[in-house]
Protein backbone atom coordinates (compact mmCIF):
# COMPACT_ATOMS: atom_id res chain seq x y z
CA UNK A 1 0.00 0.00 0.00
CA UNK A 2 2.53 2.92 0.79
CA UNK A 3 4.69 2.87 -2.23
CA UNK A 4 9.23 2.72 -1.76
CA UNK A 5 10.43 6.04 -1.77
CA UNK A 6 14.16 5.05 -1.96
CA UNK A 7 15.86 7.58 -2.93
CA UNK A 8 13.68 10.07 -0.08
CA UNK A 9 14.80 8.19 2.79
CA UNK A 10 18.40 8.09 1.85
CA UNK A 11 18.29 11.77 1.37
CA UNK A 12 17.16 11.59 5.59
CA UNK A 13 19.71 9.27 6.30
CA UNK A 14 22.53 11.21 4.45
CA UNK A 15 23.70 12.66 7.82
CA UNK A 16 24.43 9.64 9.60
CA UNK A 17 25.55 7.71 6.79
CA UNK A 18 28.06 10.39 6.28
CA UNK A 19 29.22 10.79 9.54
CA UNK A 20 28.82 7.28 11.01
CA UNK A 21 31.06 6.04 7.40
CA UNK A 22 33.84 8.81 8.52
CA UNK A 23 33.81 8.34 12.22
CA UNK A 24 32.62 4.53 12.94
CA UNK A 25 32.82 2.77 9.98
CA UNK A 26 36.22 3.67 8.43
CA UNK A 27 37.93 3.91 11.47
CA UNK A 28 36.86 0.02 12.85
CA UNK A 29 38.33 -1.21 9.20
CA UNK A 30 41.11 1.34 9.34
CA UNK A 31 41.99 0.45 13.24
CA UNK A 32 41.95 -3.23 12.77
CA UNK A 33 44.69 -2.66 9.36
CA UNK A 34 46.89 -0.10 11.35
CA UNK A 35 46.95 -2.84 14.05
CA UNK A 36 49.15 -5.20 11.69
CA UNK A 37 51.56 -2.54 10.48
CA UNK A 38 55.14 -2.51 11.42
CA UNK A 39 56.33 0.73 12.75
CA UNK A 40 53.40 2.98 11.24
CA UNK A 41 53.88 6.63 11.31
CA UNK A 42 50.59 8.17 11.12
CA UNK A 43 51.89 11.50 10.33
CA UNK A 44 53.60 10.50 6.94
CA UNK A 45 51.34 7.20 6.68
CA UNK A 46 54.04 5.33 6.16
CA UNK A 47 54.99 1.86 7.20
CA UNK A 48 57.41 -1.25 6.66
CA UNK A 49 54.46 -3.99 5.92
CA UNK A 50 52.55 -6.49 7.67
CA UNK A 51 53.09 -8.27 10.96
CA UNK A 52 51.69 -9.64 13.28
CA UNK A 53 54.15 -8.68 16.29
CA UNK A 54 52.25 -5.49 17.58
CA UNK A 55 50.17 -8.05 19.29
CA UNK A 56 53.05 -10.04 20.68
CA UNK A 57 54.24 -6.50 21.82
CA UNK A 58 51.54 -5.52 23.31
CA UNK A 59 50.97 -8.75 25.73
CA UNK A 60 54.97 -8.71 26.45
CA UNK A 61 55.68 -12.12 24.26
CA UNK A 62 57.45 -10.29 21.54
CA UNK A 63 60.59 -8.22 22.46
CA UNK A 64 61.58 -4.66 20.49
CA UNK A 65 65.11 -4.69 19.64
CA UNK A 66 66.55 -1.63 20.13
CA UNK A 67 70.17 -1.11 19.17
CA UNK A 68 70.61 -4.67 18.92
CA UNK A 69 68.90 -5.01 22.93
CA UNK A 70 66.00 -7.33 23.17
CA UNK A 71 63.00 -5.18 25.14
CA UNK A 72 60.01 -6.77 26.60
CA UNK A 73 57.18 -4.36 27.59
CA UNK A 74 55.45 -5.38 30.31
CA UNK A 75 52.64 -2.80 31.83
CA UNK A 76 50.15 -4.03 29.89
CA UNK A 77 50.82 -7.41 30.80
CA UNK A 78 51.83 -6.80 34.50
CA UNK A 79 49.61 -4.00 35.15
CA UNK A 80 46.93 -3.45 33.10
CA UNK A 81 45.70 -7.06 32.94
CA UNK A 82 46.18 -7.74 36.88
CA UNK A 83 43.82 -4.70 37.49
CA UNK A 84 41.41 -5.18 34.71
CA UNK A 85 40.79 -8.92 36.09
CA UNK A 86 40.56 -7.40 40.38
CA UNK A 87 38.27 -4.62 39.01
CA UNK A 88 35.92 -6.94 37.63
CA UNK A 89 35.83 -9.72 40.14
CA UNK A 90 36.16 -7.24 43.04
CA UNK A 91 33.50 -4.26 41.83
CA UNK A 92 31.04 -6.56 39.43
CA UNK A 93 29.57 -8.94 42.83
CA UNK A 94 29.70 -6.69 45.13
CA UNK A 95 27.60 -3.52 43.51
CA UNK A 96 25.33 -5.80 42.22
CA UNK A 97 24.75 -7.36 45.31
CA UNK A 98 24.45 -4.32 46.88
CA UNK A 99 22.31 -2.26 44.48
CA UNK A 100 19.79 -5.40 44.22
CA UNK A 101 19.32 -5.31 48.12
CA UNK A 102 19.16 -1.30 48.24
CA UNK A 103 16.42 -1.99 45.08
CA UNK A 104 14.10 -4.58 47.18
CA UNK A 105 14.25 -2.47 49.78
CA UNK A 106 13.04 0.46 47.90
CA UNK A 107 10.43 -1.76 46.11
CA UNK A 108 9.06 -2.97 49.81
CA UNK A 109 8.37 0.43 51.68
CA UNK A 110 5.64 3.24 51.28
CA UNK A 111 6.98 6.31 52.58
CA UNK A 112 9.80 8.44 51.49
CA UNK A 113 10.19 5.92 48.58
CA UNK A 114 10.53 9.20 46.24
CA UNK A 115 13.27 10.74 48.21
CA UNK A 116 15.34 7.63 48.84
CA UNK A 117 14.81 6.96 45.05
CA UNK A 118 16.16 10.38 43.96
CA UNK A 119 19.15 10.31 46.69
CA UNK A 120 20.42 6.95 44.85
CA UNK A 121 20.39 8.24 41.48
CA UNK A 122 22.67 11.42 42.26
CA UNK A 123 26.12 9.45 41.59
CA UNK A 124 24.80 8.84 38.22
CA UNK A 125 24.56 13.09 37.25
CA UNK A 126 28.04 13.79 38.82
CA UNK A 127 31.19 14.06 36.70
CA UNK A 128 33.54 11.00 37.38
CA UNK A 129 36.38 12.99 37.34
CA UNK A 130 35.21 15.65 39.82
CA UNK A 131 34.04 12.88 42.18
CA UNK A 132 37.60 11.17 41.74
CA UNK A 133 38.86 14.15 42.92
CA UNK A 134 36.67 13.88 45.99
CA UNK A 135 37.69 10.47 47.24
CA UNK A 136 41.05 11.35 46.19
CA UNK A 137 40.48 13.85 49.46
CA UNK A 138 38.61 11.70 51.11
CA UNK A 139 41.90 9.03 50.54
CA UNK A 140 43.90 11.47 51.54
CA UNK A 141 46.86 10.63 53.77
CA UNK A 142 45.09 13.34 56.07
CA UNK A 143 41.98 12.44 55.12
CA UNK A 144 38.38 11.04 56.07
CA UNK A 145 39.28 7.52 55.80
CA UNK A 146 41.81 7.69 58.09
CA UNK A 147 40.15 9.25 60.65
CA UNK A 148 36.36 7.11 60.39
CA UNK A 149 38.82 4.09 60.87
CA UNK A 150 41.21 5.69 63.12
CA UNK A 151 44.10 4.54 61.12
CA UNK A 152 47.44 5.94 61.58
CA UNK A 153 48.07 9.37 59.76
CA UNK A 154 49.53 9.40 57.34
CA UNK A 155 48.39 6.39 55.70
CA UNK A 156 48.52 6.88 51.53
CA UNK A 157 46.18 5.22 49.79
CA UNK A 158 46.31 6.70 46.25
CA UNK A 159 49.31 9.07 46.35
CA UNK A 160 53.04 9.12 47.70
CA UNK A 161 53.76 5.80 46.28
CA UNK A 162 50.74 4.35 48.05
CA UNK A 163 51.02 0.32 47.75
CA UNK A 164 49.32 -0.46 44.48
CA UNK A 165 46.85 -2.67 46.61
CA UNK A 166 45.61 0.48 48.67
CA UNK A 167 45.02 2.60 45.77
CA UNK A 168 42.95 -0.39 44.20
CA UNK A 169 40.48 -0.40 47.41
CA UNK A 170 39.75 3.31 46.83
CA UNK A 171 39.44 2.71 43.04
CA UNK A 172 37.07 0.10 44.10
CA UNK A 173 35.16 1.14 46.59
CA UNK A 174 34.64 4.75 44.69
CA UNK A 175 33.10 2.65 41.00
CA UNK A 176 30.98 0.72 43.32
CA UNK A 177 30.02 4.05 44.55
CA UNK A 178 29.87 5.67 41.08
CA UNK A 179 27.79 2.27 39.63
CA UNK A 180 25.24 2.23 41.80
CA UNK A 181 22.65 4.32 40.77
CA UNK A 182 22.47 3.03 37.04
CA UNK A 183 22.10 -0.51 38.44
CA UNK A 184 19.15 0.22 40.90
CA UNK A 185 17.22 2.05 38.42
CA UNK A 186 17.63 -1.06 36.13
CA UNK A 187 16.91 -3.58 39.27
CA UNK A 188 13.87 -1.19 40.10
CA UNK A 189 12.59 -0.75 36.61
CA UNK A 190 12.22 -4.59 36.80
CA UNK A 191 10.96 -5.16 40.26
CA UNK A 192 8.35 -3.03 39.33
CA UNK A 193 7.03 -5.78 36.30
CA UNK A 194 6.75 -8.26 38.52
CA UNK A 195 3.59 -9.71 38.80
CA UNK A 196 1.89 -9.33 41.94
CA UNK A 197 0.50 -12.33 41.66
CA UNK A 198 3.64 -14.04 42.74
CA UNK A 199 4.10 -12.35 45.72
CA UNK A 200 0.70 -13.10 47.05
CA UNK A 201 1.53 -16.54 46.24
CA UNK A 202 4.27 -16.48 48.62
CA UNK A 203 2.40 -15.14 51.25
CA UNK A 204 -0.04 -18.27 51.17
CA UNK A 205 2.15 -20.13 51.59
CA UNK A 206 3.51 -18.01 54.09
CA UNK A 207 6.89 -17.77 53.11
CA UNK A 208 10.07 -16.17 54.95
CA UNK A 209 11.39 -12.52 53.06
CA UNK A 210 14.47 -14.63 52.29
CA UNK A 211 13.06 -17.54 50.85
CA UNK A 212 10.98 -15.32 48.21
CA UNK A 213 13.55 -12.92 47.55
CA UNK A 214 15.70 -16.34 46.09
CA UNK A 215 12.68 -18.22 44.61
CA UNK A 216 10.79 -15.20 43.37
CA UNK A 217 13.04 -12.11 42.78
CA UNK A 218 16.48 -13.29 41.52
CA UNK A 219 14.38 -15.35 38.95
CA UNK A 220 11.89 -12.83 37.79
CA UNK A 221 14.97 -10.37 37.72
CA UNK A 222 17.28 -12.61 36.24
CA UNK A 223 16.76 -10.53 32.67
CA UNK A 224 17.96 -7.28 34.06
CA UNK A 225 20.80 -9.29 36.14
CA UNK A 226 22.07 -10.50 33.49
CA UNK A 227 22.02 -7.46 31.37
CA UNK A 228 23.98 -5.26 34.11
CA UNK A 229 26.47 -7.76 34.36
CA UNK A 230 27.55 -8.09 31.33
CA UNK A 231 27.54 -3.92 30.69
CA UNK A 232 29.38 -3.97 34.01
CA UNK A 233 31.73 -6.42 32.59
CA UNK A 234 32.20 -4.29 29.41
CA UNK A 235 32.53 -1.48 31.67
CA UNK A 236 35.17 -2.21 33.72
CA UNK A 237 37.30 -3.51 30.78
CA UNK A 238 37.00 -0.01 29.72
CA UNK A 239 38.20 2.02 33.36
CA UNK A 240 39.87 4.91 32.24
CA UNK A 241 38.38 8.27 33.96
CA UNK A 242 37.88 6.51 37.19
CA UNK A 243 41.38 5.81 37.51
CA UNK A 244 42.00 9.42 35.87
CA UNK A 245 40.19 11.35 38.71
CA UNK A 246 40.96 9.58 41.27
CA UNK A 247 45.33 9.65 40.77
CA UNK A 248 45.38 12.21 37.68
CA UNK A 249 47.80 9.64 36.54
CA UNK A 250 48.12 5.73 35.60
CA UNK A 251 49.90 5.23 38.97
CA UNK A 252 50.37 5.88 42.66
CA UNK A 253 54.01 7.54 42.32
CA UNK A 254 55.11 9.66 38.98
CA UNK A 255 56.15 7.94 36.52
CA UNK A 256 54.89 4.66 37.90
CA UNK A 257 52.22 2.36 35.73
CA UNK A 258 51.04 0.30 38.71
CA UNK A 259 47.69 1.27 38.25
CA UNK A 260 47.64 1.33 34.35
CA UNK A 261 44.78 -0.40 32.32
CA UNK A 262 43.92 -1.05 28.78
CA UNK A 263 42.15 1.70 27.54
CA UNK A 264 45.25 4.51 29.32
CA UNK A 265 47.71 2.12 26.71
CA UNK A 266 45.83 2.82 23.94
CA UNK A 267 45.67 6.76 24.53
CA UNK A 268 49.08 7.07 25.61
CA UNK A 269 49.95 5.49 22.16
CA UNK A 270 48.54 8.34 20.41
CA UNK A 271 50.61 10.38 22.53
CA UNK A 272 54.16 8.66 22.03
CA UNK A 273 53.05 8.19 18.30
CA UNK A 274 53.00 4.49 18.48
CA UNK A 275 49.87 4.19 17.35
CA UNK A 276 50.16 1.07 15.47
CA UNK A 277 50.46 -0.74 18.86
CA UNK A 278 47.60 1.27 20.70
CA UNK A 279 45.41 -0.20 17.67
CA UNK A 280 46.90 -3.63 18.47
CA UNK A 281 45.29 -3.33 21.98
CA UNK A 282 42.20 -1.64 20.74
CA UNK A 283 41.60 -4.53 19.00
CA UNK A 284 42.47 -7.30 21.45
CA UNK A 285 40.02 -4.85 23.90
CA UNK A 286 37.52 -5.56 21.08
CA UNK A 287 37.62 -9.13 20.84
CA UNK A 288 37.12 -9.46 24.73
CA UNK A 289 34.06 -7.04 24.46
CA UNK A 290 32.86 -8.96 21.69
CA UNK A 291 32.84 -12.67 23.13
CA UNK A 292 31.26 -10.77 26.57
CA UNK A 293 28.46 -9.47 24.12
CA UNK A 294 28.28 -12.77 22.29
CA UNK A 295 28.09 -14.78 25.34
CA UNK A 296 25.22 -12.49 26.28
CA UNK A 297 23.20 -13.40 23.22
CA UNK A 298 23.90 -16.82 23.67
CA UNK A 299 23.00 -17.43 27.13
CA UNK A 300 19.74 -14.67 27.30
CA UNK A 301 18.66 -16.57 24.22
CA UNK A 302 18.86 -20.22 26.05
CA UNK A 303 19.44 -19.42 29.84
CA UNK A 304 17.69 -16.65 31.20
CA UNK A 305 13.62 -17.79 31.32
CA UNK A 306 11.86 -18.78 34.26
CA UNK B 1 -16.25 -47.42 50.98
CA UNK B 2 -18.00 -45.43 53.65
CA UNK B 3 -15.26 -42.75 54.88
CA UNK B 4 -15.85 -42.22 58.60
CA UNK B 5 -15.33 -38.75 59.68
CA UNK B 6 -15.38 -39.36 62.71
CA UNK B 7 -12.30 -41.62 62.61
CA UNK B 8 -10.87 -38.99 60.45
CA UNK B 9 -10.77 -36.29 62.62
CA UNK B 10 -10.30 -38.15 65.72
CA UNK B 11 -13.30 -37.19 66.65
CA UNK B 12 -16.12 -39.02 69.15
CA UNK B 13 -18.84 -40.26 68.19
CA UNK B 14 -22.20 -39.63 70.23
CA UNK B 15 -22.01 -43.28 71.83
CA UNK B 16 -18.37 -43.32 72.50
CA UNK B 17 -19.54 -39.66 74.33
CA UNK B 18 -21.62 -40.81 75.90
CA UNK B 19 -19.55 -43.75 77.39
CA UNK B 20 -16.89 -41.37 77.95
CA UNK B 21 -19.50 -39.58 80.10
CA UNK B 22 -20.65 -42.44 82.18
CA UNK B 23 -16.82 -43.60 82.85
CA UNK B 24 -15.82 -39.88 84.19
CA UNK B 25 -18.64 -38.37 85.63
CA UNK B 26 -16.52 -35.13 86.57
CA UNK B 27 -16.81 -34.08 82.89
CA UNK B 28 -20.42 -33.87 82.83
CA UNK B 29 -20.45 -30.46 84.51
CA UNK B 30 -18.14 -29.18 81.33
CA UNK B 31 -20.49 -26.96 78.61
CA UNK B 32 -18.59 -27.40 75.29
CA UNK B 33 -21.00 -25.04 73.57
CA UNK B 34 -19.53 -21.90 75.45
CA UNK B 35 -15.55 -23.02 74.18
CA UNK B 36 -13.96 -21.67 71.12
CA UNK B 37 -11.55 -23.77 68.59
CA UNK B 38 -8.23 -22.41 69.48
CA UNK B 39 -5.62 -23.38 66.61
CA UNK B 40 -2.00 -23.65 68.07
CA UNK B 41 1.19 -23.44 65.73
CA UNK B 42 4.34 -23.69 66.97
CA UNK B 43 2.99 -23.33 70.77
CA UNK B 44 1.21 -19.98 69.93
CA UNK B 45 -2.44 -19.89 69.66
CA UNK B 46 -3.76 -17.48 66.51
CA UNK B 47 -4.06 -14.40 68.15
CA UNK B 48 -0.63 -14.56 69.22
CA UNK B 49 0.83 -15.41 65.64
CA UNK B 50 -1.22 -12.12 64.32
CA UNK B 51 0.41 -10.51 66.53
CA UNK B 52 3.68 -11.63 66.09
CA UNK B 53 3.53 -11.65 62.75
CA UNK B 54 2.69 -7.71 63.25
CA UNK B 55 5.82 -7.54 65.15
CA UNK B 56 7.98 -8.98 62.85
CA UNK B 57 6.56 -6.68 60.15
CA UNK B 58 7.19 -3.55 61.67
CA UNK B 59 10.91 -5.09 62.68
CA UNK B 60 11.56 -5.93 59.46
CA UNK B 61 10.18 -2.77 58.19
CA UNK B 62 12.60 -0.86 60.45
CA UNK B 63 15.55 -2.88 59.50
CA UNK B 64 14.87 -1.72 55.52
CA UNK B 65 14.51 1.85 56.80
CA UNK B 66 17.89 1.54 58.87
CA UNK B 67 19.67 -0.09 55.62
CA UNK B 68 18.13 2.81 52.86
CA UNK B 69 19.26 5.43 55.34
CA UNK B 70 22.97 4.08 56.16
CA UNK B 71 23.28 3.70 52.60
CA UNK B 72 21.89 7.03 51.67
CA UNK B 73 24.40 8.58 54.13
CA UNK B 74 27.07 6.76 52.21
CA UNK B 75 26.32 8.20 49.09
CA UNK B 76 25.80 11.12 50.04
CA UNK B 77 29.07 11.86 51.92
CA UNK B 78 31.70 12.05 49.46
CA UNK B 79 28.72 15.25 48.46
CA UNK B 80 29.00 16.34 51.84
CA UNK B 81 32.58 16.27 52.06
CA UNK B 82 33.13 18.52 49.10
CA UNK B 83 31.64 21.19 50.28
CA UNK B 84 33.04 21.32 53.42
CA UNK B 85 36.44 20.46 52.66
CA UNK B 86 35.54 23.80 50.12
CA UNK B 87 35.13 25.94 53.07
CA UNK B 88 38.13 24.44 55.06
CA UNK B 89 41.65 26.06 55.16
CA UNK B 90 44.34 24.01 54.18
CA UNK B 91 45.87 23.11 57.82
CA UNK B 92 42.44 22.62 58.73
CA UNK B 93 41.91 19.54 56.14
CA UNK B 94 45.83 18.46 56.80
CA UNK B 95 45.06 18.14 60.32
CA UNK B 96 44.82 14.90 61.91
CA UNK B 97 41.95 15.55 63.82
CA UNK B 98 39.10 15.85 60.93
CA UNK B 99 36.45 18.07 61.66
CA UNK B 100 33.07 17.25 60.24
CA UNK B 101 32.28 21.37 60.07
CA UNK B 102 34.83 23.69 58.78
CA UNK B 103 36.20 25.87 62.13
CA UNK B 104 37.02 29.17 60.04
CA UNK B 105 34.31 29.33 56.78
CA UNK B 106 36.95 30.18 54.02
CA UNK B 107 34.37 32.08 52.02
CA UNK B 108 37.39 32.97 50.01
CA UNK B 109 37.99 29.89 48.22
CA UNK B 110 35.45 29.87 46.30
CA UNK B 111 37.20 33.74 44.94
CA UNK B 112 40.47 32.45 45.14
CA UNK B 113 39.42 29.70 42.59
CA UNK B 114 38.92 31.56 39.89
CA UNK B 115 42.81 32.49 39.84
CA UNK B 116 43.73 29.41 39.40
CA UNK B 117 40.50 27.59 37.60
CA UNK B 118 39.63 29.50 34.34
CA UNK B 119 35.48 28.86 35.04
CA UNK B 120 34.40 31.41 32.34
CA UNK B 121 36.96 29.92 29.94
CA UNK B 122 36.11 26.63 30.05
CA UNK B 123 31.80 26.88 30.70
CA UNK B 124 31.67 28.94 27.38
CA UNK B 125 33.77 26.51 25.33
CA UNK B 126 31.98 23.95 27.18
CA UNK B 127 28.35 25.44 26.47
CA UNK B 128 29.46 25.93 22.92
CA UNK B 129 30.81 22.68 22.21
CA UNK B 130 27.61 20.89 24.17
CA UNK B 131 25.12 22.94 22.94
CA UNK B 132 26.18 22.88 19.06
CA UNK B 133 26.72 18.82 19.31
CA UNK B 134 23.60 18.25 21.10
CA UNK B 135 21.65 20.43 18.38
CA UNK B 136 23.14 18.25 15.67
CA UNK B 137 22.48 15.38 17.42
CA UNK B 138 19.15 15.97 17.89
CA UNK B 139 18.36 16.94 14.02
CA UNK B 140 20.14 13.54 12.66
CA UNK B 141 18.16 11.40 15.31
CA UNK B 142 14.72 12.72 14.41
CA UNK B 143 15.63 12.08 10.17
CA UNK B 144 17.13 8.73 10.66
CA UNK B 145 14.32 8.11 13.27
CA UNK B 146 11.43 9.31 10.68
CA UNK B 147 13.67 7.26 7.87
CA UNK B 148 13.65 4.37 9.87
CA UNK B 149 10.36 4.18 11.52
CA UNK B 150 7.87 5.83 8.81
CA UNK B 151 9.63 5.58 5.55
CA UNK B 152 9.71 2.33 3.09
CA UNK B 153 13.23 1.70 1.09
CA UNK B 154 15.45 -1.09 -0.08
CA UNK B 155 18.19 -2.14 2.70
CA UNK B 156 16.60 -0.51 5.77
CA UNK B 157 16.96 -3.47 7.70
CA UNK B 158 20.10 -4.38 6.95
CA UNK B 159 21.49 -0.57 7.37
CA UNK B 160 19.32 -0.51 11.15
CA UNK B 161 21.00 -3.81 12.50
CA UNK B 162 24.26 -2.53 10.95
CA UNK B 163 24.10 0.93 13.11
CA UNK B 164 22.52 -0.97 15.89
CA UNK B 165 25.49 -3.45 16.16
CA UNK B 166 27.90 -0.10 16.03
CA UNK B 167 26.90 -0.12 19.60
CA UNK B 168 28.60 -3.16 20.66
CA UNK B 169 32.12 -1.74 19.16
CA UNK B 170 33.91 0.32 22.35
CA UNK B 171 34.81 4.14 21.32
CA UNK B 172 38.73 2.88 22.33
CA UNK B 173 38.05 0.75 18.77
CA UNK B 174 37.57 3.93 16.59
CA UNK B 175 39.69 6.69 18.70
CA UNK B 176 43.06 6.30 17.14
CA UNK B 177 41.62 6.48 13.74
CA UNK B 178 39.76 9.36 14.71
CA UNK B 179 42.40 11.27 15.54
CA UNK B 180 44.72 10.88 12.50
CA UNK B 181 41.44 11.73 10.54
CA UNK B 182 40.80 15.02 12.15
CA UNK B 183 44.22 15.94 12.40
CA UNK B 184 44.45 15.12 8.60
CA UNK B 185 41.68 17.57 8.37
CA UNK B 186 43.66 19.86 9.84
CA UNK B 187 41.41 20.84 12.48
CA UNK B 188 43.82 20.96 15.36
CA UNK B 189 45.52 23.90 13.98
CA UNK B 190 42.98 26.32 15.84
CA UNK B 191 40.32 27.27 17.75
CA UNK B 192 37.04 26.65 15.03
CA UNK B 193 39.18 23.61 14.14
CA UNK B 194 39.39 22.05 17.49
CA UNK B 195 36.15 22.77 18.11
CA UNK B 196 34.45 21.14 15.12
CA UNK B 197 36.81 18.73 15.82
CA UNK B 198 34.58 17.96 19.48
CA UNK B 199 31.62 18.29 18.00
CA UNK B 200 31.15 16.87 14.40
CA UNK B 201 32.15 13.29 15.20
CA UNK B 202 29.76 12.99 17.70
CA UNK B 203 26.54 14.34 16.04
CA UNK B 204 25.29 10.95 15.53
CA UNK B 205 23.77 8.68 18.38
CA UNK B 206 22.93 4.79 17.14
CA UNK B 207 21.13 4.72 20.63
CA UNK B 208 19.18 8.08 20.20
CA UNK B 209 18.01 6.92 17.18
CA UNK B 210 17.03 3.52 18.29
CA UNK B 211 14.97 5.17 21.27
CA UNK B 212 13.56 8.02 19.06
CA UNK B 213 12.21 5.29 16.65
CA UNK B 214 10.59 3.05 19.42
CA UNK B 215 9.00 6.46 19.73
CA UNK B 216 7.97 6.99 16.32
CA UNK B 217 6.94 3.90 15.67
CA UNK B 218 3.85 3.80 18.91
CA UNK B 219 2.62 7.23 16.61
CA UNK B 220 -0.94 5.46 15.16
CA UNK B 221 -0.30 5.12 11.69
CA UNK B 222 -3.84 6.82 10.95
CA UNK B 223 -2.53 10.13 11.65
CA UNK B 224 -0.40 9.85 8.89
CA UNK B 225 -2.96 8.80 6.63
CA UNK B 226 -5.30 11.60 7.95
CA UNK B 227 -2.29 13.99 7.25
CA UNK B 228 -1.37 12.33 3.32
CA UNK B 229 -5.64 12.99 3.13
CA UNK B 230 -5.08 16.43 3.79
CA UNK B 231 -2.40 16.76 1.38
CA UNK B 232 0.46 17.42 3.61
CA UNK B 233 4.13 15.93 2.86
CA UNK B 234 5.84 13.78 5.19
CA UNK B 235 7.76 16.85 6.14
CA UNK B 236 5.26 18.72 7.13
CA UNK B 237 3.96 15.57 8.75
CA UNK B 238 7.67 14.79 10.59
CA UNK B 239 7.94 18.58 12.23
CA UNK B 240 4.12 19.48 13.03
CA UNK B 241 3.30 16.04 14.02
CA UNK B 242 5.76 13.53 14.97
CA UNK B 243 8.61 15.74 16.68
CA UNK B 244 5.57 17.46 19.12
CA UNK B 245 4.21 14.26 19.97
CA UNK B 246 7.83 12.87 20.88
CA UNK B 247 8.68 15.71 22.92
CA UNK B 248 9.64 14.14 26.04
CA UNK B 249 11.74 11.43 24.41
CA UNK B 250 13.74 14.60 22.29
CA UNK B 251 13.95 16.54 25.91
CA UNK B 252 15.23 13.43 27.57
CA UNK B 253 17.40 13.25 24.37
CA UNK B 254 18.76 17.31 24.82
CA UNK B 255 19.50 17.03 28.92
CA UNK B 256 21.27 13.70 28.29
CA UNK B 257 23.35 14.95 25.56
CA UNK B 258 24.34 18.22 27.40
CA UNK B 259 25.47 16.31 30.27
CA UNK B 260 27.31 14.39 27.91
CA UNK B 261 29.34 17.08 27.12
CA UNK B 262 30.21 18.09 30.24
CA UNK B 263 31.27 15.00 31.55
CA UNK B 264 33.55 13.93 28.29
CA UNK B 265 37.26 14.06 28.97
CA UNK B 266 39.03 11.94 27.26
CA UNK B 267 38.38 12.85 23.73
CA UNK B 268 38.68 16.71 24.14
CA UNK B 269 42.10 16.09 26.23
CA UNK B 270 43.45 14.44 23.27
CA UNK B 271 42.31 17.32 21.31
CA UNK B 272 42.18 20.45 22.91
CA UNK B 273 46.22 20.66 23.44
CA UNK B 274 45.91 24.24 24.50
CA UNK B 275 44.77 25.51 27.67
CA UNK B 276 41.94 27.95 26.55
CA UNK B 277 40.62 25.25 23.96
CA UNK B 278 39.69 22.97 27.14
CA UNK B 279 36.41 21.97 28.04
CA UNK B 280 35.36 22.23 31.64
CA UNK B 281 36.40 18.50 33.23
CA UNK B 282 39.65 18.81 31.43
CA UNK B 283 40.16 22.19 32.75
CA UNK B 284 39.36 20.98 36.42
CA UNK B 285 41.65 17.95 36.19
CA UNK B 286 44.95 19.71 34.99
CA UNK B 287 44.39 23.47 37.10
CA UNK B 288 45.46 21.38 40.14
CA UNK B 289 47.59 18.49 39.20
CA UNK B 290 50.80 20.43 38.60
CA UNK B 291 51.05 22.07 42.20
CA UNK B 292 54.65 21.11 43.58
CA UNK B 293 54.41 20.24 47.46
CA UNK B 294 51.35 20.55 49.39
CA UNK B 295 47.90 20.02 47.39
CA UNK B 296 45.59 22.43 47.81
CA UNK B 297 42.36 21.11 48.31
CA UNK B 298 40.62 23.26 49.34
CA UNK B 299 41.13 25.05 46.20
CA UNK B 300 40.49 21.94 44.01
CA UNK B 301 37.17 21.20 46.07
CA UNK B 302 35.59 24.54 45.38
CA UNK B 303 36.47 24.34 41.74
CA UNK B 304 34.82 20.52 42.32
CA UNK B 305 31.88 21.98 43.56
CA UNK B 306 31.46 24.89 40.78
CA UNK B 307 31.43 21.70 37.75
CA UNK B 308 28.50 19.61 40.45
CA UNK B 309 26.40 22.37 40.97
CA UNK B 310 25.39 22.62 37.41
CA UNK B 311 24.60 19.15 36.81
CA UNK B 312 22.51 18.81 39.98
CA UNK B 313 20.32 21.63 39.54
CA UNK B 314 20.10 19.86 35.60
CA UNK B 315 19.10 16.63 37.60
CA UNK B 316 16.74 18.74 39.93
CA UNK B 317 14.58 20.19 37.45
CA UNK B 318 14.73 17.78 34.64
CA UNK B 319 15.02 14.68 37.09
CA UNK B 320 12.08 12.77 35.07
CA UNK B 321 13.23 13.23 31.78
CA UNK B 322 16.73 12.51 32.84
CA UNK B 323 15.63 9.06 34.82
CA UNK B 324 13.24 8.00 32.05
CA UNK B 325 15.73 8.80 28.96
CA UNK B 326 18.42 6.10 31.87
CA UNK B 327 16.35 4.11 32.34
CA UNK B 328 15.01 2.93 29.17
CA UNK B 329 18.41 1.44 28.23
CA UNK B 330 17.95 -1.42 30.24
CA UNK B 331 14.56 -2.47 28.74
CA UNK B 332 16.11 -3.57 25.50
CA UNK B 333 18.04 -5.63 27.58
Known amino acids: ?306 | MKLDIHKLLHLKTRSEKNEARRLRPEYKSIDTRSMTLVIKEGGLSATQLEKLQKVMKAISMILIYAFLLVMAIIVLVPFYWMIITSLKTNTEIRASQQTFWPEIVMWSNYVDVFDRFDFATYLTNTLIVGVISTLGTLVTTIFAAFAFARLQFKGKATFFALLLATMMIPGEMMVITNYITVSNFGWLSNQLGVFTAMIVPFWVSVFYIYLLRQNFLQIPNELYLASKVDGKTDWSYLWNVMVPLSMPTLISIFILKLMGAWNSYVWPNLVADKQEYRLITNGLRSSFSTTAGEPEYGLQMAATVLVTVPLLLLFIFFRKYIMKGVGRAGIKG
Open chain 1, 1 to 306: MEKKNNWKAWLYLAPVVILTGIFIFYPLVNTIGIAFLKNYRYLTGTSEGFTLDNFGYVLGIVPRVYQGIELYYTDVIKFAVPNTLIIVFVTVPLSITISLLIAVSLNSIKWFKKIFQTIFFIPYVTNAIAVGMVFAVIFDGFGLWNFLFGLVMPTYWVDMGADPSKAMFALCVYIIWHSLPYKILIFLSGLQNIDKQYYDAAKVDSASRFKTFTSITVPLLSPQIFYIMITSFIGAFKEYSSVMGLLGKSGTAPGNNNMYTVVFYIYDSIDNGNVHLGAAAAVLLFLVILSFTGIQFWISKKRVHY
